[in-house]
């Protein structure tokens, strides 16, 4: 059976739609086209609200006031104050429910390539998700899990010793009470950096190694095979997405580019690799990867020219 935990757990941003909802058919009950319209434009803004906008229709509208004067003539006035609360929250777990009958998929969170994501989660912690990001949230009575399908993701989590929060991503298992930390994805590697407190990182479903990690820490696990290892990264690198920045400190021009194409569909290429000792230092705005681009082309005295909608970097002498 629904109940509240477990909707407004399972699925936080359809229980958001659902309530308002409620209350806004309850304030402009008596004026249905007033209420389809708003809901109309909240649908269009929001995706979960066309789920419960649909269902909506298909229920049509409840009419508490008229039903309430039909069946209870003698004391209408004292019951529907009694029953009116209780035929909203029914409604709304009603709503709620079919939803989740018909989705039947934990809740996912995700970003476009360039974009980024705040989402509060229901227990109070909070995930950002940087570009091009996938998480799906999976909470229950004891466990939070989290997992990382693609990206990155940084977590502010809520102290609960009682459910421990577990981020998965590939085979590495993140776990955590309350601290901050960042975990990034990708087909080659898992990289977890912790920001304050501690997490333990294990590897497998059963492993019973734990590495534990201290604040400053970054691990850095193999997709591919199996080795690992810890370094510690300035962390105002790590985090400067965050502020709409890549921060190069020495870092080699071809995985520079590599970090800005991150962040753009207009990718930059470099036609012909440069000299191994060929870096990059600076602090450059994520949103803008021509302005990127110019800088390398001006440091390394590269003609810069668009191909097949690459920002494409050469040599001058290959110029056509």
Do not use: C
């Amino acid at each position: 059976m629904t109940n509240a935990y477990s909707i407004e757990q399972r699925r936080p941003e359809l229980y958001e739609a659902a309530l308002q909802t409620v209350r806004l058919s309850d304030r402009t009950r008596g004026h249905s086209s007033t209420f389809q319209s708003i809901l109309l434009r909240k649908s269009e803004a929001d995706p979960e609200y066309t789920k419960i906008h649909d269902v909506w229709d298909g229920l049509g509208q409840i009419e508490v006031d008229e039903y309430l004067d039909v069946k209870m003539t003698t004391r209408p006035r004292r019951w529907k104050t009694v029953f009116q609360p209780i035929a909203a929250a029914a409604m709304l777990f009603l709503t709620v429910g079919i939803v989740l009958f018909l989705s039947g998929r934990p809740p996912a969170y995700e970003t476009a390539i360039g974009e980024q994501r705040n989402v509060m989660l229901p227990d109070g912690s909070e995930m950002v998700l940087n570009t091009d990001t996938r998480a799906i949230v999976r909470y229950d009575r004891n466990f939070r899990h989290l997992e990382i399908e693609r990206g990155e993701a940084w977590f502010d989590v809520a102290h609960d010793t009682s459910r421990p929060f577990i981020v998965h991503a590939g085979d590495s298992q993140v776990r955590a009470v309350g601290t901050s930390f960042l975990v990034r994805r990708n087909d080659e590697r898992v990289d977890v950096t912790l920001l304050s407190g501690i997490v333990e990182v294990t590897r497998g479903e059963n492993s019973a190694e734990k590495i534990e990690l201290v604040p400053g820490d970054r691990l850095r696990q193999s997709e591919v095979h199996p080795s690992i290892a810890i370094d510690q990264p300035q962390i105002e690198v790590v985090t400067a997405w965050r502020q709409g920045q890549l921060i190069l400190n020495e870092t080699p021009v071809a995985e520079a580019l590599n970090e800005m194409n991150r962040y753009s569909n207009n990718k930059i290429r470099l036609v012909s690799s440069l000299a191994p000792e060929a870096k990059l230092s600076g602090v450059f705005r994520l949103s803008d990867s021509r302005a990127f681009a110019e800088s390398v082309a001006e440091i390394y005295d590269l003609n810069l020219y668009e191909d097949n909608g690459y920002l494409t970097l050469a040599p001058r002498r290959v110029l056509r």
